[in-house]
């Protein structure tokens, strides 16, 4: 309709017992990566995002292919 997306999120649904989901999107070159998690289940989630981003950066900052 002449609007161009700038941005997809991934979102997804945790069934049963599932106590942390991840969804991972890439589109135009992005890759955007959603965490969803049981608060009671998973307290140290603010933890596991900083390690998430930290490889995330890790894997963006290495050279590929020499």
Do not use: K, W
Not at 41 to 60: I, M, N, S
């Amino acid at each position: 309709m002449g609007t161009a997306v700038t941005a997809i999120y991934p979102v997804t649904v945790v069934p049963g017992n599932v106590t942390i989901a991840f969804a991972a999107l890439s589109y135009a070159g992005t890759l955007n990566m959603t965490i969803i998690a049981h608060p009671d289940r998973c307290p140290d989630l603010p933890a596991l995002a900083r390690y998430v981003q930290r490889e995330f950066d890790t894997l963006t900052s290495t050279s590929c292919g020499g």
